[in-house]
């Protein structure tokens, strides 16, 4: 971008060469001591305007021959600025290799060099590695004890701001606010809902404080850097309160910073605001997609691939391998979101590529958390395109991934609730996975897998995180036993049938009691798993009250998907009702159970013909499955009315014997009272 005479660090490089030639001269250990230090600050700037492996390395090799000669017993404070300059080394380095041992190696110079530089003595030396430190921590909270870290982060940037403030400092004093903004943002990641939002805030606060010294006449940079950062704190807000509104302002704080960041002068702060641009489309297509706005969602997720795809015009594997990976797992999500919509192949392969080029730079060993959301991406691209193609294959691969994310975030430390949800993920996938498997074996392994992950959903909804936002928690906490129906259900076709089959039907009544009263829809749907259950027991064992509990449960999900409400859903029960009744005739009442089959089925059968009629008009493709449903319904009226028949010529026949018999008798008890 510049040429070599106006290159920033080329003062820096004359002064390393000029060191260099004054460490051929004799000296005493302290003033060669002090030269490697020089050489390391020299670094250390040039570091600071372009962050290369080599200066990390050779800032680092020459702090630390420096602290040959000074020695933790004597010189003391030459010591403590070289563990500072060190520490500043480490963080640097961090950005190209070995991120957690090298963070942590920053840490420890960092906390060293506080130690021998008190407030009193050297106060901006203190701020300015409290700063680091907050820095340093927030980093390291993204690799490994997030909660712990974040709390440190916190703490150093209070720390900083404690010799800083807004009329003496004002550039050190934003410089703070900024670092501790970005670790409330940090923190609030580990957190729960709850404290989530209040943390978002706490960072916007942080930053609206920073913001104040900078002007875009006379800062533009560092005001747009600000305007960037406050993109990320409304953004992460907005995934807990003020969803649409949070990210507007998200969009309003992108535009502001790019009006200052331009791709030819400032190309890597550019992308950086490009990359928060997308993320806000992305989270504005969601929620048009939640809202069924088909224009705006489509319209949302072009925004969010163009923002992405700028950035991408700027990173590149070899130069900005971090920052590549974080865009190109961006990309994976709006192909995602695209192609959970439209059932796209296309978008999905489009997704497992752009994530799977995530994964060949983060690392379970040096960026866990990414890594694991990049894992999350391919679980739902492979879970997505089992859907639509290779159904055992995709869900095999689906679940191979969602387990290499769990894995990860309970390295990273993970919130328990995240987890919790996680495992919900692994379940589903796994049932998913049981119900295509061929061998009776897989199927049993896929099936205990899941029952093993809702366990631990539920363990974690157990031990008291399910406090705040009750009706929404206690939905959580039921659709893992939804799960674990379900996957009790899939075990008990391939292993002990009637103890596991027990287990769903208790896993799905404590579902339908907490369903009760606050999701109607959740509470049909598990009242019409409930009558499977008991159907399926009543094969095996009490057949009169296993199927009266069926048609019970059938007759309360109508109750919510009723013929005008949800005509085909409630066709479907029908069905179902019809089976159960059926299947009470071997044991009841044969003709009485027969004629509310065929009633059942009657009905079933014309809602399924009008549907068919209405779907053909609009040329709806879901015509044919209506008339396939419509047919089966007819054969099994065929069927009801046969066996209805059949019993009546049964009982007509019965009922020719016995008069016959009457007569016979008759005629016997004659005979024997004739007189001779």
Not at 5 to 14: N, T
């Amino acid at each position: 971008m510049q040429n070599k005479e106006s290159h920033p660090d080329s003062e820096h490089e004359k002064a390393l060469i000029i060191y260099e030639k004054m460490l051929a001269l004799e000296m005493d250990p302290v003033k060669r001591a002090n030269i490697k230090k020089r050489i390391g600050d020299n670094f250390l700037e040039i570091i600071r305007q372009k962050n290369d492996l080599s200066s990390c390395e050779r800032a680092i090799a020459a702090y630390e021959e420096a602290l040959l000669t000074f020695a933790p017993d004597g010189h003391l404070i030459s010591r403590a600025k070289v563990m500072k300059g060190l520490g500043f080394a480490y963080a640097a380095l961090a950005d190209h290799k070995n991120r957690s041992e090298n963070l942590n190696q920053a840490v420890i110079c960092l906390e060293d060099a506080l130690k021998s530089l008190s407030p009193a003595t050297a106060p901006n030396d203190q701020g300015i590695i409290q700063n680091e430190l907050g820095i340093a921590y927030r980093k390291l909270a993204e690799l490994e004890s997030r909660e712990e870290n974040g709390k440190k982060a916190v703490q150093a940037c209070k720390a900083a701001l404690a010799v800083y403030n807004l009329k003496d400092s004002p550039m050190q004093f934003a410089s703070a606010k900024a670092s501790l903004g970005s670790s409330y943002l940090t923190l609030a990641q580990s957190s729960n809902p709850a404290d989530h939002t209040k943390l978002c805030k706490e960072a916007v606060s942080s930053y609206l404080e920073a913001i104040q010294v900078y002007s875009p006449a006379k800062s533009p940079l560092q005001y747009a850097a600000m305007k960037n950062n406050l993109a990320i704190a409304y953004l992460s807000l907005s995934e807990s309160e003020e969803r649409a509104e949070n990210c507007i302002k998200a969009l309003s704080a992108c535009r502001e910073a790019l009006a200052h960041r331009t791709e030819k002068e400032h190309p890597l702060a550019y992308a950086a605001t490009q990359n928060n641009l997308g993320n806000a489309y992305l989270a504005l297509a969601e929620e048009a997609r939640d809202e069924k706005t088909s224009n705006v969602f489509q319209e949302y997720c072009r925004l969010a691939l163009e923002s992405y795809s700028n950035a991408l015009r700027i990173y590149s594997l070899n130069e900005s391998p971090r920052l590549y990976a974080t865009a190109q797992n961006n990309l994976a999500k709006v192909y995602l979101t695209l192609g959970q919509e439209v059932n796209s192949t296309e978008n999905c392969m489009r997704a497992i590529m752009a994530s799977q080029k995530a994964l060949e730079v983060f690392s379970l060993k040096d960026s866990p958390e990414d890594y694991g959301e990049a894992k999350g991406s391919l679980w739902l691209a492979y879970l997505t395109l089992a859907d639509i193609e290779y159904r055992a294959e995709n869900c095999a691969l689906a679940l191979q991934a969602c387990e290499e994310g769990l894995h990860s975030m309970r390295i990273w430390g993970a919130h328990s609730l995240q987890i919790a949800s996680c495992c919900k993920d692994l379940a589903m996938t796994a049932i998913a996975l049981a119900n295509n498997e061929i061998t009776v074996e897989a199927k049993a392994e896929d099936c205990r897998k899941a029952i093993s992950a809702c366990e631990e959903a539920l363990r974690i909804y157990d031990e008291g995180q399910l406090q705040e936002h009750a009706v929404k928690d206690a939905e959580e906490y039921a659709e893992a036993k939804i799960l674990l129906w379900a996957a009790y259900s899939a075990l008990a076709e391939v292993a002990d049938c009637r103890e596991n089959c027990r287990r769903a039907i208790e896993a799905c009544r404590e579902a339908i009691a907490i369903y009760d009263g606050i999701n109607p829809v959740e509470h049909a749907d598990a009242l019409k798993s409930l009558g499977l259950s008991y159907i399926t027991m009543a094969e095996m064992e009490e057949r009169e009250h296993n199927c009266r509990m069926a048609i019970d449960a059938c007759k309360q999900a109508m109750q919510y998907y009723t013929a005008d409400r949800a005509p085909s859903e409630h066709a479907d029960i029908l069905r179902d009702l019809a089976f159960d009744y059926m299947t009470l005739s071997e044991v009841q009442d044969k003709e009485e159970c027969s004629k509310e089959a065929l009633r059942a089925y009657k009905k079933a059968f014309k809602i399924y013909q009008t549907l068919a009629e209405e779907l053909e008009k609009s040329g709806d493709p879901k015509v044919q499955e209506m008339h396939e449903m419509a047919k089966r319904c007819h054969l099994s009226i065929q069927s009801c009315k046969a066996v209805l028949k059949a019993g009546r010529k049964s009982q007509a026949r019965e009922g020719a014997v016995t008069v016959q018999n009457k007569k016979n008798d008759k005629g016997r008890r004659e005979k024997l009272e004739r007189p001779a």
